[in-house]
């Protein structure tokens, strides 16, 4: 007959192989990495449009696809803001499995156009962090009945755009976009003017007067040939108007300007200019709350033509680079010095600047500024 004491002999050599297999696996999981350009989103910037602070907490999803050929592993997502709680649906994700980010975000006490980051880390081998972000223009209901609208509360020229967002485009882009406008008054409703600071819009002709209950359909021309710099920009357009509770309409606009380096020939991405950094990571150190400190960094140009910086961008004014320069010389190095200043910080901190280039292998380069605040 099977003895009892045999099964279970059996049985513990199993539980034993599964804990040994177990030790074997994680450790060369843990190790593997991935492509952040492997992990992709189907979205990276969630726009909330309008929400009211009273409605309470509002939730950004961000879906991605795992395309790498090793576990996409999450070690630590962490928010610009403590309004908002990011997490994930696990922490390990497979080749080919797909998975979602979900931001949750309480606007109470918040009013006006905000925007906020979600910092994702994992076993990157070519980054730290892959950036998510949300954008909302908050405003009270002042303890109205949900969906009851008021008749001229946002005046009575209605416009079917919050915000003319044109997403990523190249340089040199041209197009057209459009604005609706309802007149929702008693009265016939004259647009005056149009005006904008940016030589890149051109505004349509003026005034034109909209008849009670009728809508026109108003056409911008961008030119974005017309621009000097590169990366997000924006800007506002003002709409002059007779309204009569709000005569001035302020609509913001957006355009995130980028190279083509597909369009680049082969010689030209040969003879192409490339940045390069001693180390992408300024360790500032242990620091007291209100002390300010400076690091020096080395930027060189590796590449066959001058490396021109177009831009930099932190995503914090306690954060700030200037350079000498903002063209290096093929095989030229600069050094220049991070600053940054602990003033109302406590804990770990971790900030960004970015610093926008003709370099075609990384037309964004990114720095990354520590600090430990007590």
Avoid at 77 to 96: E, V, Y
Wanted: proline share 4%; glycine share 6%; net charge positive.
């Amino acid at each position: 007959m099977y003895s009892t004491s045999c099964f279970l002999c059996k049985r513990n050599m199993s539980m034993k192989f599964i804990k040994l297999l177990f030790f074997v696996l994680i450790p060369l999981l843990s190790q593997s990495k991935v492509r952040m350009t492997d992990i992709v989103f189907n979205q990276r910037i969630h726009d909330f449009g309008i929400i009211y602070e009273d409605d309470g907490i509002v939730s950004a999803k961000y879906d991605f696809t795992n395309y790498a050929k090793s576990p996409f592993i999450i070690s630590n997502i962490d928010a610009a803001c403590g309004c908002t709680n990011p997490r994930s649906s696990k922490d390990t994700f497979m080749p080919g499995e797909s998975g979602q980010i979900l931001a949750e975000f309480n606007p109470k006490g918040m009013v006006g156009k905000t925007k906020k980051w979600i910092y994702v880390r994992g076993n990157y081998e070519d980054g730290y962090q892959i950036e998510l972000k949300f954008e909302a223009e908050i405003r009270s209901r002042y303890n109205r009945n949900n969906y009851e609208y008021l008749r001229g509360e946002f005046g009575y020229l209605l416009s079917d755009k919050v915000k003319f967002n044109w997403g990523k485009r190249f340089e040199n882009d041209q197009f057209n976009d459009t604005v609706e406008f309802t007149n929702d008054g008693y009265n016939d409703i004259i647009v005056i003017k149009a005006k904008s600071n940016a030589p890149f819009i051109t505004t349509p002709k003026l005034p034109v007067t909209i008849p009670v209950g009728q809508k026109i359909e108003l056409i911008f021309k961008i030119d974005l040939s017309k621009i000097d710099t590169i990366g997000p920009i924006s800007g506002y357009i003002l709409f002059e108007t007779n309204d009569k509770f709000y005569p001035i309409k302020k609509t913001p606009y957006s355009v995130d300007l980028i190279t083509n380096f597909n369009a680049w020939k082969r010689k030209e991405l040969k003879n192409a200019a490339h940045i390069a950094f001693k180390s992408n990571v300024v360790q500032m150190g242990v620091m007291n709350s209100g002390s300010v400190r400076y690091k020096k960094i080395i930027i060189k140009n590796t590449g066959k033509s001058i490396l021109n910086i177009r831009k930099i961008e932190t995503d914090c004014s306690c954060t700030m680079l200037k350079l000498p320069s903002n063209k290096i010389l093929p095989g030229e190095s600069i050094v220049t010095s991070v600053k940054y200043d602990s003033l109302f910080k406590e804990g770990k901190q971790s900030k960004l600047i970015k610093l926008y280039t003709n370099d075609p292998l990384n037309p964004i380069a990114t720095l990354y500024v520590k600090a430990i605040v007590k």
